[in-house]
């Protein structure tokens, strides 16, 4: 006997969005996500992870995609085996070093305000983050996040923890 | 989600900056302009960021606050910080703050702890 009722499993939905790459539109983008991946059964709190990570991908094509003027981000969403596979993609200036790139604290910025956390953040609350990328041609970002309850996941964190209690320390590091 | 909105309070010479909304890529430029006038170009000996009621941080805002702490200190001067809850507060666990920053649960608490030092 089951002691919670689920609903309808998720149809084969698909989310395609197409923006210029505005600060405002990362919001947007996190928005329109969050939506799309509530019907899996995640924690608001994967939720809130997932808005970061989708947040950090936009981030970089506002950043350093197109650092000049804004130009074309597609973001897409979609659903396989129980897990909600993400994509950012820019056509912008592309990342020469993806390996670098995707280290902690670095960054490409002048701006002492860069931390240069956003891949950090990708990797740190999704389940897999894959980056394709090419100097001049663009990047496409790939994450996969799986609701932890709804598996063996290795995942305790639901990342709703209350203000003061301590929270998982540091960026996961390389894959 | 929601807007950002900063609000100030003196006390004495303490100066308290309360951060509520989201602090992300497209705030986080207001949110250093509005610090950096509020104190950095003030007398107050010791900043209070509250930021308690943040419903949304990125790494741009966390750099914002980052930059500031960086700032505040570099002037000879104090910053303590409210942290917020939830996925936020990951987001400020990640860069270590608390290594750089006395961390209070309340505002409250921070201006307490002031008091008692200035005792």
Redesign the interface.
């Known amino acids: 006997m089951p002691d919670a009722v689920q609903g309808p499993a998720p149809v084969d939905n698909r989310l395609l969005v197409e923006v210029p790459s505005l600060p405002a539109n990362a919001e947007l983008c996190r928005v329109a996500v969050a939506v799309f991946a509530a019907a899996l059964p995640f924690t608001l709190g994967e939720i809130e992870q997932l808005k970061v990570a989708v947040a950090e991908a936009v981030g970089n094509c506002v950043l350093h995609a197109y650092p000049d003027e804004p130009g074309r981000v597609a973001l897409r969403a979609r659903f396989d085996g129980g897990a909600v596979i993400v994509e950012v993609e820019d056509w912008g200036l592309g990342i020469a070093d993806v390996a670098l790139a995707r280290q902690p604290s670095y960054t490409t910025s002048t701006d002492p305000d860069h931390v240069g956390l956003g891949f950090a953040f990708m990797e740190q609350f999704t389940d897999a983050l894959e980056v394709v990328s090419a100097p001049g041609r663009g990047t496409l970002v790939r994450m996969r996040k799986r609701p932890a309850d709804g598996g063996h996941s290795r995942r305790t964190g639901s990342g709703a923890a209350a203000p003061g209690e301590t929270a998982p320390q540091g960026p996961s590091g390389e894959p | 989600?929601g807007a950002l909105q900063i609000t100030r309070e003196v006390r004495d010479e303490t100066l308290v900056v309360r951060v509520v909304g989201?602090l992300?890529?497209?705030s986080?430029g207001t949110f250093?302009d509005q610090v950096d006038e509020w104190f950095l170009a003030s007398h107050h000996r010791r900043l209070v960021l509250n930021l308690?009621r943040i419903t949304?941080?990125?790494?741009?805002g966390?750099?914002?606050i980052?930059?500031r702490v960086?700032r505040v200190q570099a002037a000879g001067r104090q910053v303590v910080l409210v942290?917020?809850?939830?996925?936020a507060?990951?987001?400020l666990?990640?860069?270590?703050l608390g290594r750089a920053v006395p961390i209070y649960?309340s505002e409250r608490a921070a201006l307490d702890e002031e008091a008692q030092a200035d005792a």
């Open positions: 989600m989201d992300d890529i497209r986080a250093r308690g949304f941080l990125d790494s741009t966390l750099g914002a980052l930059g960086r942290p917020p809850g939830g996925v507060r990951t987001v666990d990640v860069a270590a649960r």
